[in-house]
């Protein structure tokens, strides 16, 4: 039996916040490879996420602990739906090719995700081309318009 204990989540949220990428994963797939990937990643307020999709599967999160900030963009990067994981919802999923991002509200939050297929590291045209990379200049700026934006806002201007 694989069990994820509070106490673990309190050491992968200590590995978050020391990580530069202030994040910290904990498969329960065995292998990359599993046909259906579950892990619990430690995002600590700060880590960018750039808006993404994949379009080979749905994507179920939900909240173990903390709020994280769920938005829903259409190609242009407007955007289409906004929750907040952990406090107006549980558990979410999302459709294959819907573009997304995630923003950590709490210290110490961990999300939970669910993937059908392989892992498959995102590729360049399922990165949003509206959005910087990370360690690109304006990810700060994106992520405090995540903060205020509001169902039906245009593309963040860059």
Same mark, same amino acid.
């Given at each position: 039996?694989?069990?994820?204990?509070?106490?673990? +989540?309190? #050491?992968?949220?200590?590995?978050? =916040?020391?990580?530069?990428? +202030?994040?910290?994963?904990?498969? /329960?797939?065995?292998?990359?490879?599993?046909?259906?990937?579950?892990? !619990?990643? !430690?995002?600590?307020?700060?880590?960018?996420?750039?808006?993404?999709?994949?379009?080979?599967? /749905?994507? +179920?999160?939900?909240? +173990?602990?903390?709020? /994280?900030?769920?938005?829903? /963009?259409?190609?242009? $990067?407007?955007?289409?739906? &906004?929750?907040?994981? %952990?406090?107006?919802? #549980?558990?979410?999923?999302?459709?294959? %090719?819907?573009?997304?991002?995630?923003?950590?509200?709490? @210290? $110490?939050?961990?999300?939970?995700?669910?993937?059908?297929?392989?892992?498959? *590291?995102?590729?360049?045209?399922?990165?949003? *081309?509206?959005?910087? =990379?990370?360690? @690109?200049? %304006?990810?700060?700026?994106?992520? #405090?318009?995540?903060?205020? =934006?509001?169902?039906?806002?245009?593309?963040? *201007? &860059?």
């Amino acid at each position: 039996m694989k069990q994820l204990t509070f106490n673990d +989540l309190r #050491k992968q949220s200590a590995q978050a =916040a020391n990580s530069p990428r +202030l994040r910290a994963h904990h498969n /329960f797939h065995p292998e990359l490879s599993d046909p259906v990937q579950r892990l !619990a990643i !430690a995002m600590e307020p700060g880590t960018y996420v750039r808006p993404h999709r994949h379009p080979h599967t /749905f994507e +179920l999160l939900t909240s +173990l602990t903390g709020r /994280f900030l769920v938005l829903n /963009f259409d190609d242009l $990067g407007n955007l289409t739906q &906004r929750i907040v994981l %952990g406090e107006d919802c #549980k558990v979410l999923e999302m459709d294959a %090719g819907t573009w997304h991002t995630v923003l950590s509200l709490d @210290e $110490g939050g961990v999300i939970f995700e669910v993937k059908h297929g392989r892992y498959q *590291p995102v590729a360049d045209q399922d990165a949003a *081309p509206w959005a910087p =990379a990370e360690n @690109e200049p %304006g990810t700060a700026e994106l992520m #405090k318009w995540y903060t205020q =934006a509001q169902v039906g806002d245009g593309g963040y *201007p &860059r």
